[in-house]
């Protein structure tokens, strides 16, 4: 999800491995964000550089609720 966009801008389905995560980074990159909200999600150190990453569950939580409000409309 993006801040200034409505609605999910990339999507991915998969495993939670490297070779599943690398097509939606590949996408998200281009995007140049200065900074990426995660989970302790071990895949993501090999593509987000040290210093962009912020491992928060305070964001997650928020972002989560998007994610469901997002998903109920959808669905």
Do not use: Q
């Amino acid at each position: 999800m993006e801040h200034f966009s409505p609605g999910i801008l990339g999507l991915v389905l998969g495993d939670r491995s490297a070779k599943a995560f690398e097509p939606l980074w590949d996408n998200v990159s281009a995007w140049k964000c200065y900074v990426y909200v995660t989970d302790g999600w071990s895949v993501y150190p090999m593509f987000i550089p040290d210093g962009d990453r912020i491992v928060s569950k305070t964001y997650l939580t928020l972002l989560r609720r998007v994610k469901y409000k997002t998903k109920t409309l959808f669905s």
